[in-house]
C-alpha cells in the first residue's frame, strides 16, 4: 500500500496529532486514578507517566527511523520473518480495533449522561461511530489538518477553566509533598503512563511524515504539552475536591466543569459547550485509532485502499463498544487494553531493535 506524496503530514501537524491522540478520555477520571494511588502526590505521578512515555517513545522512535520508508507491517517482516512480523501486526490491529471501540463507548457515555440524555443510547453510539468513519476515510492528512483546527481551541479553553474556578482552589489538599510512599508513586506512574497511550503510532506513520528526522522531537514536544495538561487538571481537581472526596467521583474534571458558574448568570449550562468541544477532541483519538486498525488490515491483506476495510469493521466496532454493561465495566476494559498494550508495545520494541541489531537490519547510525 503505497503513501501518495498528498497524504503527507507536516512536523506541526505531527505534533498536534500526537497530542490529540494522547488526550483521548484520560482526561476525564485520570485525577481520580492518581490521587487513589499516589494521595497527595498524584500530581507527580502524572509528571513521571510523561517521562515514562518520552522514554519508551524514544526507542520507538529509534526502530521506527531504521526503517524510513517502511511502516511497522513490513519491517517487522524484515526483521522477524513473514509469519512472525504478520502476527506483531495482527496484534497491533486487534489492540486499535478495541481502543477505537472503547473511545466512542466513553463518548457515548458521557454524551448519555451530560449532553444528551433523552437521547437512544444506541443512536448515540451509531451517530459518534459513522461521523469517525467519515472523518477516517481522509486519510492521515485530513487527520492531522484536525488536530490542527480542534487542539488549540481545547488546549485554550482547558486553560481558562482553570482560572475560572481559582478562588474555590485550596492548595493544601496537594501537602504534604513527597509523602506517599515511593511504591504507590510508582504504581500511580504506571497507571498515569496508560492515560498517554498513542505515541506509538510512528511505527506506523513514519512513511507518511514530511520530514521523518524530526519525528522524535515533535513526539516529545506533543507529549510534553498533554504532559502538562494532565499535570494542570491533576493539580486543579484535587486541590477543589480534596484527596478523600475526589476517590468517590467517576469523573471529576466534568463535575469540575460543571462548577463552573459565571457572574449574573450569563451562561447557563456552560459545562455543556466544555463537553461539545472535550467529544470533539475525543474525536481524534477514535479518528486515528481507527484509521490505524484498518490501514494497518490493508497493510496485511494487500488492499490498495483500506476505506472499505472501514464499513466491514464499523458494525464489529459498534457491537465491541457494547460489551461493557455499565461504566465501571467500560474502565475495566479500558485498564486492560492499556496495561497489556503498554507491555505489548514496549516488548515488541525491545526485541525488534536487539534482532534488528544482531541481524543487521534497517539503517544504523
Known amino acids: 500500500m503505497k503513501i501518495n ?20 478520555a484520560g482526561i476525564l477520571s485520570m485525577p481520580r486514578g492518581v490521587v487513589e494511588e499516589a494521595g497527595s502526590d498524584g500530581w507527580l505521578a502524572a509528571i513521571g507517566g510523561g517521562l515514562m512515555s518520552i522514554f519508551i517513545t524514544y526507542f520507538i522512535h ?14 517487522s517482516q524484515k526483521i522477524l520473518g513473514r509469519w512472525l512480523g504478520l502476527l506483531l ?18 463518548l457515548g457515555d458521557v454524551s ?74 510508582t504504581h500511580a506512574i504506571f497507571l498515569t503512563s496508560l492515560s498517554y497511550l498513542g505515541f506509538e503510532i510512528v511505527l506506523f506513520l513514519v ?74 477532541t475525543a474525536f481524534t483519538t477514535s479518528i486515528v485509532f481507527t484509521y490505524l486498525a484498518a490501514y494497518i488490515t490493508a497493510q496485511i491483506t494487500g488492499f490498495r485502499e483500506f476505506k472499505p476495510i472501514l464499513y466491514f469493521m464499523m458494525p464489529f466496532i459498534y457491537l465491541v463498544a457494547f460489551i461493557p454493561a455499565h461504566v465501571d465495566h467500560t474502565a475495566a476494559m479500558g485498564d486492560f487494553i492499556g496495561k497489556y498494550g503498554l507491555i505489548f508495545i514496549s516488548a515488541t520494541t525491545i526485541l525488534l531493535l536487539l534482532v534488528a541489531k544482531i541481524r543487521k537490519k534497517g539503517m544504523h547510525q
Open 5 to 24: 506524496d498528498n497524504d503527507k503530514i507536516s512536523p506541526l501537524q505531527y505534533t498536534l496529532l500526537i497530542a490529540a491522540t494522547l488526550i483521548g
Open 62 to 75: 529509534k526502530l521506527a527511523l531504521m526503517f524510513p520508508q517502511d511502516t511497522f507491517v513490513v519491517f
Open 89 to 106: 501486526s495482527m496484534i497491533y490491529v486487534v489492540y486499535y480495533f478495541l481502543f477505537s471501540a472503547l473511545e466512542v463507548r466513553i
Open 112 to 185: 448519555n449522561v451530560y449532553l444528551l440524555n433523552r437521547t437512544p443510547f444506541e443512536f448515540l453510539m451509531f451517530a459518534y461511530l459513522w461521523v469517525t468513519i467519515i472523518a477516517t476515510r481522509n486519510g492521515i492528512e485530513g487527520i492531522g489538518r484536525l488536530c490542527m483546527l480542534f487542539f488549540p481551541i481545547t488546549l485554550i479553553l482547558s486553560l481558562l477553566i482553570g482560572l475560572f474556578m481559582y478562588p474555590k482552589l485550596d492548595f493544601t489538599h496537594l501537602l504534604p509533598i513527597l509523602h506517599t510512599p515511593w511504591q504507590n508513586v
Open 207 to 280: 512513511p507518511s511524515l514530511k520530514k521523518p528526522q524530526e519525528a522524535l522531537k515533535n513526539a516529545v514536544i506533543g507529549i510534553c504539552i498533554i504532559t502538562g495538561l494532565y499535570t494542570f487538571f491533576v493539580i486543579i481537581n484535587t486541590a477543589l475536591f480534596g484527596i478523600d472526596e475526589i476517590k468517590s467521583i467517576t469523573w471529576p474534571t466534568i463535575s469540575y466543569i460543571k462548577m463552573i458558574e459565571f457572574p449574573g448568570q450569563i451562561l447557563e449550562r456552560f459545562e455543556s459547550i466544555l463537553l461539545a468541544i472535550w467529544a470533539t
